[in-house]
C-alpha cells in the first residue's frame, strides 16, 4: 500500500512516501524551486517521490495532510475575537488566503494533482492529522523503540505547542497538551526577531550566537531575571505561561511589543545585518538557558507521565542541538531518539506514518538503528546525467573509475587546505547536510572558518561549523554518550584537545573570542569547545566513511568539516546543475560530482559583502 504524506502553506512544505510503512521517498519543495523555505504547494517533490518509487498517481491509496486546517482556522477567528479591535490590520492580511488557499485544502490538492497525472478521486483517500500527531508519529515511528515519551515543541500547529504523549507499538496516545499563545517555540522566535534574525528561519542563529556570551556575567543573569520575571513564567512540570502584553504575534505583523521590550530590556531591536552587539549576545544567551531549562523539564515531565525509559523528540524546538546535547548529558533516560527533519517537512512523513500505523491499523515493524535510511531520502543522479550538465559550465571534469581513486584524490586537496563540494547519492531529508550535499574541509585548518564563512557560504562570520567524525573515533575527540548520526546535539570537545584560553576570554568581545585559537581542530570548535557532532557510519553512508577514512589514513585526523551545500539565502543543492552553479560563485576549489572531480577552468576571486562580517 502507498501512503504519501504532504506538508504546506506555511513554510518548509514536503512530501513523503510509504511503501508498506517503508520509505520510497521523502523531499523539500525548496531543493526543486530553489526557494528556500517555500511553502507552496509541494508539487515538484510529490512528483519525484512517485518517480523514484517508479509508480503513476493513480497507484496511490491515501494522502495525508499533516495537519487540519479547520482547526487551525478556528484558532485563528478566535484568536482575532478575542482581542478585537486590535489585530485588525493582521487580519485583513491573513483572512484572504485563508478563504483562497488553506481553508479549501482539498480543492487545492485536487488542483494541483491535475497537474501531475491521472487518478480516481472516488478511489483516493484524503485524510488529514493533527499538526502535534504528526511530529509525534514522525520521530516515535522512526525510531527503534518499542515504547517511548514522545515530545513535540515547536511555535503552533492548530492549538498545541507541545504535546506529551505514549508511543506504543503502532499507537499514540497524548496525555498533556500546552496551548497557544503560550510557545516555548514563539517565544525563542521572538527573541530571534528581537536579536535581528528572520523568524522561522534564523533560529539557528541565535542559537550559534548565544556560546559568545558569558554565562556567569551579571548581565545575562540579569537579562534571564527580566525575561523570566516579565514574559515567561516557567513551571516545574516545563510548562509555560507567556505575557501576551509584550507579545505581537497572536495578532499583529511582527513577533515583539518593540517598544515594551526597549523599556524592558534597555536596548532597542537589532537592525538586520548590521554589527552584534553585546546586549544581543547576552540577550540570546538568556534566551538559550531558559529553553534549555524547560526543555529539560518537559522531557523529565514526559518520562514521568509515560513511565517510560526511552525518549523521542520532533518540533521545530527539537532542532535545538545545544537544548538537545544538555538533555543527552542529563542522562535523564536510557535512550534518546531525535528526527533528523523535526520541522515541518518532517511532518509529512509522521503524517503517512500516523495514516499506515494509526488509521490503518498496521503491524509496526522496527528497524535498527532507525527507519530513516541515514536521511538519505532524496533525489541521486547517474553518472550519465551528471556528464549531461557539464557542458553548460567552463569547467574541466576527470572521472574515475573506481571510487576509492575518488577517495584518496579528494582525500589529499583536503590535507592541502582545498575546499571541496561533495555531491553524492541520495539528498538528504531535513535541514541538515550529511555528506551527500555537503561542503567539506580540513578541521585543522585555523584559517578554514573565516574562509568557509566569507567567501563560499557569505554568512555571518560568528557562525560555527560542524565536525563529521568516523564513528569509531569520535569518542576519542567528544565527549558523547552513543553516537549522533544526524548532526542534532552539541557535546565537549575532549581536555586532551584543548588549547588554554587567556584570562579575559569569557568577557571578550565577540570578534575576539571568534579569533583566539582554541583547540587543534579550530574549525569546529565553537567559543565554549562545544561542537556540533555528525557522526560517520559505513552502514549508511558508506563513500562518506570512505572518503573520511582515507582522510585518516593519509592525516591520522578522522574529521572534516561537513556545512551544507548551499549559497547564502538559497536551500541545499539538488542537482549536479545546482552544485555546479554554487561551484563557479563561490571559491570552492573542487566540485567532487559521483566519481568526477571538477574545477574551475577560470577561476576568480569571489568579493565578500563586509556587511556579512559583523566581527
Same mark, same amino acid.
Given at each position: ?64 495532510? %499533516? ?144 556560546? %559568545? ?12 531575571? +527580566? ?61 538559550? $538557558? ?19 525509559? %526511552? ?15 544538555? $538533555? ?47 536521511? @538519505? ?12 550538465? $557539464? ?7 576527470? @572521472? ?12 589529499? %586537496? ?145 574529521? +572534516? ?28 576549489? @573542487? ?25
Amino acid at each position: 500500500m502507498y501512503v504519501l504524506g504532504i506538508s504546506s502553506y506555511y513554510h518548509d512544505s514536503a512530501a513523503a512516501l510509504l511503501k508498506d510503512g517503508v520509505i520510497v521517498a521523502a523531499a523539500q519543495e525548496e531543493r526543486f524551486t530553489r526557494k528556500k523555505h517555500d511553502d507552496a504547494f509541494p508539487q515538484h517533490a510529490i512528483a519525484f517521490c512517485l518517480r523514484k518509487a517508479g509508480i503513476a498517481l493513480s497507484d496511490l491509496e491515501t494522502i495525508v495532510f %499533516y495537519d487540519k486546517p479547520l482547526l487551525k482556522f478556528e484558532r485563528l477567528l478566535e484568536t482575532y475575537m478575542v482581542n478585537a479591535p486590535k489585530g485588525f490590520r493582521s487580519f485583513l492580511k491573513a483572512i484572504p488566503l485563508w478563504l483562497k488557499q488553506k481553508l479549501f485544502f482539498k480543492r487545492e490538492l485536487y488542483k494541483a494533482l491535475d497537474g501531475i497525472g491521472e487518478y480516481d478521486k472516488k478511489k483516493l483517500k484524503i485524510l488529514f492529522t493533527e499538526h502535534h500527531v504528526s511530529h509525534a508519529a514522525s520521530t516515535f515511528f522512526a525510531s527503534p523503540f518499542r515504547e517511548a515519551a514522545v515530545l513535540t515543541i515547536d511555535g503552533v500547529g492548530e492549538w498545541a505547542t507541545t504535546t506529551i504523549s505514549k508511543g506504543k507499538d503502532n499507537t499514540l496516545t497524548i496525555l498533556k497538551e500546552t496551548h497557544f499563545p503560550h510557545s516555548l517555540g514563539l517565544f525563542y522566535s521572538a527573541i530571534t526577531y528581537y536579536c535581528g534574525f528572520r523568524v522561522n528561519s534564523g533560529e539557528y542563529k541565535l542559537m550559534g550566537l548565544a556560546p %559568545y556570551g558569558n554565562r556567569d556575567s551579571e548581565e545575562v543573569a540579569r537579562l534571564a531575571k +527580566l525575561l523570566k520575571d516579565h514574559l515567561i513564567n516557567v513551571y516545574d512540570d516545563g510548562s509555560l505561561f507567556l505575557d501576551q502584553r509584550y507579545f505581537n504575534y497572536a495578532t499583529g505583523l511582527t513577533m515583539a511589543q518593540d517598544k515594551l521590550w526597549e523599556e524592558l530590556l534597555g536596548f532597542k531591536k537589532r537592525e538586520a545585518e548590521s554589527p552584534l552587539d553585546q546586549p544581543y549576545i547576552d540577550l540570546a544567551l538568556a534566551a538559550q $538557558l531558559i529553553t534549555e531549562d524547560v526543555v529539560l523539564l518537559l522531557a523529565k515531565e514526559a518520562l514521568r507521565l509515560t513511565g517510560s525509559d %526511552y525518549l523521542c523528540l520532533a518540533g521545530g524546538v527539537a532542532l535545538n542541538c545545544v537544548a538537545n546535547g544538555k $538533555l543527552v548529558r542529563e542522562g535523564i533516560a536510557k535512550d534518546i531518539y531525535l528526527q533528523p527533519a523535526s520541522g515541518d517537512c518532517g511532518g509529512a512523513l509522521g503524517a503517512a506514518w500516523a495514516a499506515h500505523y494509526i488509521y490503518f491499523g498496521n503491524e509496526r515493524s522496527i528497524t535498527q538503528p532507525d527507519s530513516m535510511q541515514g536521511a @538519505y531520502l532524496g533525489t541521486e543522479y547517474t553518472h550519465t546525467e551528471i556528464a549531461e550538465a $557539464l557542458p553548460g559550465f567552463d569547467v574541466s571534469a576527470n @572521472y574515475l573509475e573506481t571510487f576509492e581513486e575518488v577517495a584518496n584524490q579528494t582525500a589529499g %586537496y583536503l590535507k592541502e587546505g582545498k575546499i571541496i563540494g561533495w555531491f553524492q547519492g541520495r539528498m538528504e531529508f531535513g535541514p541538515r547536510a550529511l555528506g551527500n550535499r555537503s561542503i567539506l574541509a580540513d578541521a585543522r585548518d585555523p584559517g578554514i572558518q573565516k574562509r568557509l564563512n566569507l567567501s563560499i557560504k557569505f554568512r555571518e562570520s560568528f557562525r560555527p561549523f560542524a565536525p563529521a567524525v568516523l564513528e569509531e573515533h569520535a569518542k576519542a575527540y567528544f565527549g558523547l554518550r552513543g553516537t549522533s548520526p544526524y548532526m542534532l546535539q552539541t557535546q565537549p570537545l575532549s581536555e586532551a584537545h584543548r588549547l588554554p584560553l587567556p584570562p579575559t576570554y569569557a568577557n571578550s568581545a565577540l570578534g575576539d573570542k571568534l579569533h583566539t585559537a582554541k583547540s587543534h581542530f579550530p574549525a569546529i570548535t565553537h567559543v565554549d569547545f562545544s561542537a556540533r557532532i555528525q557522526t560517520v557510519h559505513k552502514a549508511t553512508n558508506p563513500r562518506f566513511h570512505e572518503l573520511l577514512s582515507a582522510f585518516y589514513e593519509q592525516t591520522q585526523c578522522p574529521m +572534516l568539516v561537513n556545512t551544507s551545500f548551499n549559497l547564502r539565502g538559497e536551500p541545499i543543492v539538488c542537482s549536479p546543475s545546482d552544485a555546479l552553479h554554487c561551484l563557479m560563485n563561490t571559491n570552492i576549489d @573542487y566540485l567532487v560530482l559521483g566519481n568526477y572531480i571538477i574545477k574551475k577552468n577560470h577561476p576568480v576571486e569571489i568579493v565578500t559583502n563586509p556587511n556579512q562580517t559583523p566581527d
